[in-house]
Every structure is written in C-alpha cells, then in structure tokens.
C-alpha cells in the first residue's frame, strides 16, 4: 500500500462512487467536498467540507507533507492555482467528460448532442490551463439519441467512474504514463448556460434539429431553452422513455 497522502477533490456523489478504489490504494486518504452533507463520512473517513477554492487550497498546503502525494479531482467546480499545480506537478489526476482535446471546459455533453458528435471521457493531469492537460487514459462514448443532457451526464459520469477504478492503480504506481494532448480542440464556458437560448421555430426547421437544441438545454427538471412561435416564448422541458419516445414536453 502506498504511503502517500491522496487529496480527493470531489462532489460527495462522486466520492462514494470512487472511494474504495482510492483508500485501498494508500494509507492516508483526505476527501474533500463543496457540497457533503453535514457529519458525513465515508467509510468512516471524514469528508472536509470547503465553501471556496482558497479554503480548498489552504487546508491542502497544510495536510500536504510530500512533493509525492497525488491530487484527484472529480467533477470539481473551480480552478486549481498555479501554486497547487505546480506541487503535486503529474501527481494529479482531473474528470473530465468528454474526448480530450475537443469540448474543453464546461457541459461539453450539450454540445454533443446538439451536433451529433461523439462523446468521451478523460482522465488527465491537473495543469495551468483549464483541461489542457497530459492524458492519462481516455474512452470514446456514444451517445444514444434521442436523449437530454440530464441522462448524458449520468452516463457519462458512470462512464468516466469506471475508467478511474479500473486505471488508477496504474496511474499511482507510474504504470501508465500521460501523453500530450493533440492540437487543436474547442472550449466551452460554463456562462453559455446562464441565460435561456430562445429557437425560433421557422418554416423549414428540420424536426431533428429542433430536437437536438432542445434536448441539449434540458437538465433533470430544469430547461434552459425557450421556444419562440410568432411573438410567443415558452419554456420547454422534455423526457424519454427507455425507448427513446418523448414521455413529457411542457
């Protein structure tokens, strides 16, 4: 067992889903959450709630007493500093849903959908630029359509939760190495969602690409699209049935 100290940096979700894999690995593990219950544990380990990135990154310095230990970040909602990269340097390892280097950044899924472009998961190295980091061990994913971004994302993380605990014994004792991102690729800000995108239904407008705009903004019981007929707006929220038949709209 390794004597390393692992940060997991995680949603307390996700932590579940990988901690067995992580504790069995190292004699000291510290789990790190924004968004954990309060009083919860894992596996009778506590898990640190923070509220920021900084108080994240402080209580890191403090517990970290190797330039050995590893940083794993699983769906983590900001930024880590060029002081705590520069630390842990390749001992770091990122979740991130999609085909790296296409659909950097945020919600890359949405974009997915509505273009019909393969989806993907990766594992790489935490570095200075957002998911522009050497690749540990990457998944091409196909997506079933029709389908919400709400169900690609459970699919993509069970996707991404699987790679991990399958790899990251591997990826611990150096028996896999990171390789360079290729050339080229997109990003995505996290801000594209915050405002409703309005379609304008016109005469013309392909069934499937209506299909694949609204499909993309909706999440679970949240749409971030609105439909626009005339002068009329309305928010539309949909679901599939196992079989792939819209069940809702509203």
């Not at 200075?128 to 169900?151: A, C, F, M, R």
């Not at 949909?238 to 709209?249: A, I, M, Q, R, V």
Request: charged share 30%; aromatic share 12%.
């Amino acid at each position: 067992m390794d004597n390393r100290t692992i940060f997991v940096c995680g949603t307390y979700d996700l932590i579940q889903l990988i901690g067995d894999s992580v504790i069995n690995s190292s004699k000291k593990v510290i789990f790190i959450s924004w968004d954990k219950p309060k009083k919860s544990t894992y596996k009778k380990i506590k898990i640190y709630k923070v509220e920021n990135q900084k108080e994240c990154e402080d209580f890191i310095i403090k517990k970290s007493k190797s330039r050995d230990d590893f940083l794993v970040s699983s769906y983590w909602p900001w930024k880590f500093s060029k002081e705590i990269v520069g630390k842990f340097n390749n001992n770091s390892v990122n979740f991130h849903p999609s085909p790296l280097p296409n659909d950097r950044g945020w919600f890359p899924h949405v974009h997915q959908i509505r273009k019909d472009r393969n989806s993907g998961v990766t594992l790489h190295v935490i570095d200075e630029k957002l998911d522009k980091g050497d690749i540990w061990v990457q998944k091409i994913v196909k997506l079933p359509y029709p389908i919400t971004s709400g169900v690609a994302h459970d699919i993509l993380k069970k996707e991404i939760v699987q790679i991990f605990n399958e790899n990251w014994n591997k990826i611990l004792k150096s028996k896999i190495k990171p390789k360079k991102q290729k050339k080229g690729g997109n990003f995505y800000s996290k801000y594209e969602l915050d405002t409703p995108e309005i379609v304008k239904i016109k005469k013309g407008s392909s069934e499937d690409f209506l299909l694949r705009k609204i499909a993309s903004r909706n999440f679970w019981n949240k749409s971030f699209i609105k439909i626009q007929i005339g002068n009329k707006q309305k928010v539309v929220h949909l679901e599939f049935s196992d079989d792939g038949k819209l069940e809702e709209e509203r």
